[in-house]
């Protein structure tokens, strides 16, 4: 029987002019070399390298076997590759659900991306801003904003800096005005979003702190204020309400992810700094860790820094 390491030998031996070279190129002792390409000639009954007076070279039948040899070296290194590629490779249905107004216009194209990278991949995408029951649903994964009610759940984050920011269309604020504090927010037409059966009307805002010397003690900060708002537009689609503020109809308390865009071309404008907005992580949520397959890390890994980069773009308008 062949033995591949003797292989290894004898073509090593041609390449390098010699068994001492090919000892030395694979790690082995010249004795170890010689005794290998002994074997294999004994095996095949024929003399493989002929020594001249400065280095070995093939004998005629060794120039014939050489081809074979470096072609069997190389199904191996081949079979090898093929193997580590199947072991990297994501196969199977990746089902995930995603909030309908980030899914739809942020995170959809990247998914698809990430799908033709891994075309053994098959996705089946649900964009809802309703809860998903991950115990109940067969879901790997729920892309989620803020944290998870159940703390039986995994979260692994995506966005963990995203805040909520009030923002408003230029063409609302030339008819009604920018509001002067928070308070005055109760005047304006506020966009609300239904969250399960809760209209979402109570807005959060938190204190900016101030880094100087000078900074109040963090004891004597003013806590966060809520706003009790109304309006005559109320939504369970986040991109509805996106939409209702680009057309001018009101202000809105949207994700920093969800306005980024907007933000950045000026369609709509931001009335408070990003630092005061409600804290609003995007997270995606598995039922276990078990869940948590090779396709969701890869995913998240793939969705991390184009996340930041939105925020970023978010944060430069504010």
Known sequence: ???????????????????????????????????????????????LLLRSTRRLRPSEEGERYLPHARAALQALVD????????????????????PSDLGRHVLLPWIDAFQLQHPRLHL???????????????????????????????????????????CASPAYLARHGHPESLDDLTRHNCLCFVWGMQ????????PQRDTSLSA???????????VQVSGDRVSDDAELVRR???AGLGIVYKSALDVADDLAARRLVALQPYATG??????MVCAHRSMLSPALVRLRDHLRPLLEQRLALARGRL
């Open 1 to 47: 029987m062949v033995r591949l390491e003797d292989i290894q030998v004898f073509v090593a031996a041609v390449d390098h002019g010699g068994l001492s070279a090919a000892a030395r190129r694979l790690d082995l002792t010249p004795a170890v070399a010689s005794s290998a390409l002994a074997r294999l000639e004994k095996v095949l009954g024929v003399r």
């Open 79 to 98: 079979g090898q590759s093929v193997l580590q590629a199947e072991g990297s490779a994501l196969v199977g249905q990746l089902r995930l659900s995603m």
């Open 124 to 166: 089946w995408l649900q964009a809802s801003d309703r809860a998903a029951d991950l115990f109940e649903q067969p879901l790997a994964a729920a892309i989620r904003y803020g944290q998870a009610p159940d703390s039986t759940l995994v979260a692994q984050p995506l966005a963990p800096d995203n805040r909520r920011v009030l």
């Open 199 to 206: 209209v979402m009307s109570r807005w959060r805002f938190f």
């Open 216 to 226: 109040t003690p963090e004891s004597a900060m003013p806590s966060l204020q809520v």
């Open 244 to 246: 209702w503020a680009l």
């Open 278 to 283: 409600e804290p609003t992580p995007l997270n």
